[in-house]
C-alpha cells in the first residue's frame, strides 16, 4: 500500500492506479481545500482593511466558491472536451485524478505558512517562481497521465484536452482586462 500524497510526486502512474483501482484510500476533498486556502492565505493579514471577523468570511466563501470550481465546473469542462474524442471517464473517476493534481499545489501552501511563521503572510502570486514552475509541472503531469488513463487517450490528446477545457478562462480573461 502507498501513500499516495508521497508516491504522487516520483510514481505518478501507478499511485493514480492504485487510487483508481481503490487498493488505497484516498480522499480528494482534502487536496482541493488545501489547494483553496493557498489561494486566500493572505487574506489572513486583513489587507483591504474590512477588518479580521470579514476577513475571515471572505476566505471562507472564496474557499466554497474555489472548491465548487474545482469539483463542478472545471470536471465538467475536461468531460465536454474529452467527448470530442469519445472519452470514457466519469466524474467520480475525474475527481480523483484532480485530487491526485491538486497534491503538488499544497506545498505553495506549505511556503506560504512557513513565511507566515516568520512575519510575512505572501499570496500565492509572491510564492518562488521556481516553486511556482515545480508545483506546475507536477500538476499538469499528474493531471495528463491521470487523464489518459481514465479517458482511454494518449498522452497528446490528454494534454490537449486539458489546455482546451481551459481556454475559456483565458479568453474570459483577456476580454475582462
Known amino acids: 500500500m502507498?501513500?499516495?500524497y508521497l508516491s504522487i510526486w516520483f510514481r505518478t502512474s501507478r499511485t493514480i492506479n492504485s487510487v483508481l483501482?481503490?487498493?488505497?484510500?484516498?480522499?480528494y476533498h482534502i487536496p482541493i481545500l488545501l489547494s483553496c486556502l493557498s489561494l486566500f492565505f493572505d487574506q489572513f493579514t486583513d489587507p483591504?482593511?474590512?477588518?479580521?471577523?470579514y476577513s475571515l468570511l471572505l476566505i471562507f466563501i472564496g474557499i466554497i466558491l474555489g472548491y465548487l470550481f474545482i469539483t463542478q465546473l472545471w470536471p465538467w469542462l475536461i468531460l465536454q472536451v474529452g467527448k470530442i474524442w469519445n472519452g470514457k471517464s466519469e466524474k467520480p473517476e475525474l475527481l480523483l485524478i484532480i485530487g491526485l493534481g491538486q497534491i503538488p499545489v499544497v506545498v505553495i501552501l506549505m511556503e506560504q505558512i512557513l513565511f507566515s511563521a516568520f512575519g510575512?503572510?505572501?499570496s500565492d502570486f509572491e510564492v518562488n517562481i521556481a516553486l511556482q514552475w515545480i508545483v506546475w509541472v507536477f500538476y499538469m503531469r499528474t493531471m495528463v497521465i491521470g487523464l489518459s488513463k481514465i479517458q482511454g487517450f494518449g498522452y497528446g490528446i490528454a494534454l490537449l484536452n486539458l489546455v482546451l477545457?481551459?481556454?475559456?478562462?483565458?479568453?474570459?480573461?483577456?476580454?475582462?482586462s
Open 2 to 4: 502507498t501513500n499516495p
Open 21 to 27: 483501482l481503490r487498493k488505497v484510500r484516498f480522499n
Open 48 to 53: 483591504i482593511g474590512i477588518g479580521t471577523v
Open 120 to 122: 510575512k503572510v505572501i
Open 165 to 176: 477545457a481551459i481556454m475559456p478562462f483565458f479568453i474570459l480573461k483577456l476580454l475582462i
